[in-house]
């Protein structure tokens, strides 16, 4: 069997044993799945493990909302509202690690599957009808490995675009060395901002009322995020208007 086919039947693997593990603490009654019983199971079960795992999916191609795991997470950490003796500092490692984990499964299969796809259509005769080749798409790839580290790193970011910026990293055969680390920071840094959240509501915020503030400050988050990428937009068009100077 080829090199390839194993790392793609690992990564397979990994991925539905990080769902498995999900639904071993699933609630059993599958009719109230909503964001409301999620964050009451999430409590009743929480655990470095269960936010590992969690994080590790919605970093992948699974959605799955990383506000409803880290700002509770904190929130009981810094309050002993759970049952499960948390450090704030572990739970922002374990959800980083997580979305590391979640983020290098999508580098993977984008790899080993989008980019044979993404050739074999430059190598087309509807691929050259479209002005694309094998030769534009090999820059394409150098040029995202020369410069995508800082999209790696916004991208983690913004809302949205998380679960999806490890995706063309795997298409551009980014560094796996450089993507992990810039992967690492970026989500490190959202998730210290969630945990920070979750500290905060601890220190005036009764448990009964957490979903419904965490809900309410959410959206400021994702506001926040949408202005970066509305001004990561503006930078590259800018970038793309601005004539280059005559020498």
Same mark, same amino acid.
């Given at each position: 069997m080829k090199k390839q086919s194993i790392q793609l039947l690992l990564g397979? !693997?990994?991925? !539905?044993?990080?769902?498995?593990?999900? &639904? !071993?603490?699933?609630?059993?009654?599958?009719?109230?799945f909503t964001?409301?019983?999620?964050?009451?199971?999430?409590?009743?079960?929480?655990?470095?493990?269960? &936010?590992?795992?969690?994080?590790? &999916?919605? +970093? +992948?191609? $699974?959605?799955?909302?990383?506000?409803?795991?880290?700002? *509770?997470?904190?929130?009981?950490?810094?309050?002993?509202?759970?049952?499960?003796?948390?450090?704030?500092?572990?739970v922002v490692v374990m959800a980083t690690l997580g979305a590391l984990l979640g983020a290098s499964i999508n580098y993977v299969l984008a790899l080993l599957i989008g980019r044979p796809v993404v050739y074999g259509f430059a190598n087309s005769r509807i691929g050259h009808m479209c002005l694309i080749d094998a030769e534009k798409v090999e820059k394409a790839e150098k040029y995202f490995d020369d410069h995508g580290s800082i999209s790696?790193?916004?991208?983690?970011? &913004? *809302?949205?675009?998380?679960?999806?910026?490890?995706? *063309?990293?795997g298409l551009a055969r980014m560094n796996f060395a450089k993507f992990a680390v810039f992967t690492t920071l970026g989500a490190g840094i959202w998730n210290g901002v969630l945990a920070a959240l979750g500290w905060w509501l601890s220190t005036f915020v009764?448990?009964?009322?957490?979903?419904?503030? $965490?809900?309410?400050?959410?959206?400021?988050?994702?506001?926040?995020?949408?202005?970066?990428?509305?001004? $990561?937009?503006?930078?590259?068009a800018f970038k793309g208007l601005k004539k280059t100077p005559k020498k």
């Open positions: 397979c !693997a990994l991925l !539905a044993a990080l769902v498995a593990l999900a &639904i !071993a603490f699933w609630p059993s009654d599958l009719r109230e964001a409301a019983s999620i964050f009451t199971w999430f409590q009743n079960n929480v655990s470095y493990v269960l &936010i590992f795992v969690l994080m590790a &999916i919605e +970093s +992948s191609f $699974i959605p799955f909302p990383s506000e409803i795991v880290v700002p *509770p997470a904190a929130y009981f950490a810094c309050s002993g509202a759970a049952t499960a003796d948390l450090n704030v500092y572990m790696t790193f916004l991208g983690r970011l &913004i *809302p949205a675009v998380r679960q999806l910026i490890s995706i *063309p990293a009764s448990p009964g009322d957490l979903f419904a503030q $965490i809900e309410a400050n959410n959206k400021y988050l994702s506001y926040a995020g949408y202005a970066l990428l509305g001004i $990561i937009v503006l930078y590259i």
